[in-house]
């Protein structure tokens, strides 16, 4: 595999004039065809070893997802769905019933899901107050997930959560996301969302998917 | 596109450039051997030619003609600095990768011919040194090879040259690893050691197999290895005092003002004077070497010891006064001389002691002040023994040398070859913490992921650009010029970051500080460390024509100083 020395740059992790000059001194093994450099990827491996650097290739990758826009509520709403009339007695059943209507999990993603959002409940409720609730897993799913989801699923009766406030909960919003960080934000924003009184009226009057999303937009372009 | 110039392309050498290596190491080492028989053979004809009128009285001022001319033609049609060339040639190894100017290829030779043919008392082996070194540079060049490959060429350069002029190959290589290189690793020393072969092979199909100085054999006991240890002591002064006196000699030539070659005349036509009652030390004194080696020196201790000393005054007197050529001739015959003086004085106080024949202390004395001056024992080891085909003084000949190099460094820390190059901070040895900071440069080091903020800017939007950012320093600049004003630490506004009332109170001008050393981008590193030291800095704004363009900190720093020395130490 041949590399560039814009690459191997990035691969050693030192700025390109660095490189240059290793070139330019014989430090670095490098093959020239006319005027251009041309690195082996296997020849600066060993290279590296030999002199104990770290050289991985990976960096890229990494990089381009931190520079990724950040993450909104809106997109992340959108993907997950709004669910209504979601039926259970207790906080594990109302889960169960919940995640069942989620399209884009298998079943044995459920069940594992399942299996960690209840743990996080016994922990301590996720309800937030003012019949919200949160749920979601203690730790966020694997690399698998590619963009944060929200899904909101509003209930047929209210439910006793154990929430902070005592009240009973109507609406989950189910936060999963591929990172922590990611996690938080969303959060944020969430939480941001819900400090408004007139959302919370608004969510009681069970708004329809479009309508919900379109305050959410408004709210979010607000702040 | 000429693709035979570019031997790294060949099929051959594709599979391995250490292949290339030891092909271009053997031309180099040809050339080089070359150069030195040109220089002696042009020495001997021109030693030849002037000997018809060496004996009128007026012949001081040969050597008074001969520096004047060397002088001239270095300072006017070649445009080098007098000396002998062996600081630059390490000078260039460790700064430059080894460039050396083309012409530098005949520009000693020529200079010093002129100076030691003409009785200047110096030696023709550092210009051979710094000619041959040239050769390899510029044949690096030619092949367009990389800096690492260029500094073996010019270790081969010189280690063909020494091997050639002397016909000892081992001195040759050692003198390159110890002297000029200042390293030995797996890759440069085969190269250098090929070099070598072809140096000497070439001296001895040219001049024939010779050694330089042979003698009797010597039968040495232990009595003779004890007091080869006074050798060493006298020696290393003998040492000292010729270092002293070079430098002194070059401050003194420093204050006559008059042009460079005038003064070289000066010095040139004081060696003739000595030269008139003391012919011994005119030359490069290969000839009462031998005298001395095979114990035919006939004149007393008074004699000796004067004679010595003279040398010591005429060796000064050329190479300070601007004149051109090494010091390695000079120091054997101060050697031998030295060691001649004190086997004279030991068997005037034990007569009745059975000491070894005179020549052998000449020789000791040979190898100690070589080892004292170079602060190499090594060379001076192998160079004797080799040159004097004496492998029987092996024994104290490595006392002499470990001692006398030991002495020396105790009182001058730095040898002849180095003392300008240490004073100036550019001896910079590979692997070193110096030759480290030196390849490192500012902007391989520039942070460049700070945020500027304006001076007006009130402490409330300053606080959201804090929110958005990563790093704890913020440069400030003023809003129309664009002008660096200070620098903004995220401590400085602690105080009134949990006060709200403050936000639009604040400007961020107000509360920054104005007074950061700055540091411009092509400062020396060790510099700004020491700046960083003193003043307790972790980090530095690097500023250019009042604009903001980087910082700079110790945690980069240490990061990438790391790499390099990774990439530089191991093979």
Redesign the interface.
Known sequence: MKLTIDEVAQC?D??L??VE????????PVG?SGGECIFQKPILEVWAK????SFTLSDKKVKKHSQDKPVNLFNAMAFGGVYYGIEGDSVSEVLESALKNIAFLDQDEKETLWVKLLEREEMASTGIGRGIAIPHPRIPLDESMEEPVIITCFLKNPLDYRAVDGFPVFVLFILLSPSIKTHLHLLSRLAFCVRDASFVEFLKRVPDQEKLLEKVENLEYAS | MKPWIYPAQWALFKMDDRLLMMFIGAIVGTCSGFAAVVLNHSLLFLLEWLSQWRQHWWAFILPAIGAALSSLFLEKVVKEGAGHGVPEVIYSVSRYGGLLRLRSTFSRLVSSCLTIGSGGSAGPEAPVVMSGSAIGSNIARFFSLNDRQRVTLVGCGAAGAISSIFNAPIAGIVFTVEVILGEWTALNIIPIAIAAVAGTEISRALQGNQIVFSHKVFAIDMGDIIASIGVAVFTAAAAILLTHGLRSMHKISGKVRAPMWIRAAIGGSMVGIIGLSLPVVLGEGYHSVHTMIEGNFSSGLAFVAIACLAKIIATSLTLGWGGSGGIFAPCLVIGSLVGLAYHRALSMLWPSADWVNEGCFALLGMAGLISGMLQAPLTGIFLIVEITGGYAVILPLIMVSAISATLCHYIEPSSFYLKELVDRGHLLRPGTDARVLSDLSIKELLETDCVCVSQNMSLRDFVKIVENSRRNYYPVENDETGEFVGMLHLDDIRPYLFNRMLYDAVLVGQIMNPHVATVLPDEDLSKILRKMDSQRLFSMPVVVNNRFVGMISKATLLDKYRKELMVQTSF
């Open positions: 050693l030192v700025p004039s660095t000059r290793w070139i330019r001194q014989g430090r670095i020239k030999k002199h104990n650097i």
